[in-house]
């Protein structure tokens, strides 16, 4: 597209709250079109992209009959627990809070992920 002078790409940014991910999102299609570096996309944090990763996991191993234990051994690296131990255990409720949020995501929480963090 560099050699282009004639270009007929047009796009419209809303002037609402949202214009300021569109821009940004504008801005890195631009570079990439040009083949100019692309700029990081800062929508998510590295560790909410962790999480939205395990949510995901969590959600698919569940659907697959694994148990909130077993989802826990593989996605946080615990070991076996008796029942008692299981049931005061804090990974349960890590794991019991990556399913509920996992099932809000999936219910079209997941819209959020496109709107851009606005910085107070």
């Known amino acids: 597209m560099d050699g282009q002078k004639d270009s007929k790409l047009v796009a419209i940014v809303p002037l609402s709250i949202d214009g300021f991910g569109r821009l940004a999102a504008l801005h890195r299609l631009l570079a990439l079109l040009h083949a100019r570096a692309i700029p990081p996309d800062t929508r998510m944090s590295g560790q909410q992209r962790t999480r939205a990763a395990k949510m995901l996991r ?27 131990n299981w049931q005061e255990s804090s990974a349960r409720f890590a794991v019991m809070a990556l399913l509920r949020d996992a099932r809000a995501m999936i219910s079209g929480g997941y819209r959020k992920l496109l709107r851009h963090r606005i910085r107070p």
């Open 58 to 84: 969590a959600s698919d191993a569940r659907a697959q009959g694994a148990s909130q234990q077993d989802i826990a051994r593989n996605l946080l690296r615990i070991a076996k627990q008796d029942r008692h």
